[in-house]
């Protein structure tokens, strides 16, 4: 089992950076994608950004591709998300996820392909 623990939301301006970072425990010895997603209120969760198990393929959705950037130091078991630039419309609530092996692709971007999820951390971007 894998367990997730975020940190680094909170409430911000718009323009301000923030970064997120992700921290894995449990058995993460043979590997794991990494994804981040968020869900707005009343809102579906969606895709941000994700990263390959090595992190040397990542993929970033079209909403925040310039602004957003996704990393992981797999000596410390951490993915982080680099925010710049940040808009009211990036308010939400921030989830980190993994998926074990087998992979049918490098970075999943299907909240149902992964594996194991974090609580969550706010992030609040205020005009």
């Known amino acids: 089992q894998v367990q997730l623990v975020e940190s680094g939301g909170g409430l911000v301006q718009a323009g301000d950076s923030l970064r997120l970072s992700c921290t894995a425990s449990?058995?993460?010895?043979?590997?794991?994608?990494m994804g981040w997603f968020r869900q707005a209120a009343g809102k579906e969760r969606e895709f941000v950004a994700g990263i390959s198990r090595s992190g040397g393929s990542r993929k970033n959705a079209d909403s925040v591709k310039g602004r957003f950037t996704i990393s992981r130091d797999n000596a410390k078991n951490t993915v982080y998300l680099q925010m710049i630039s940040l808009k009211p419309e990036d308010t939400a609530v921030y989830y980190c996820a993994a998926k074990s092996a087998p992979f049918t692709v490098l970075v999943p971007i299907n909240p149902f392909e992964y594996d194991y999820w974090g609580q969550g951390t706010q992030v609040t971007v205020s005009s």
């Open positions: 449990g058995r993460t010895d043979s590997g794991v994608a």
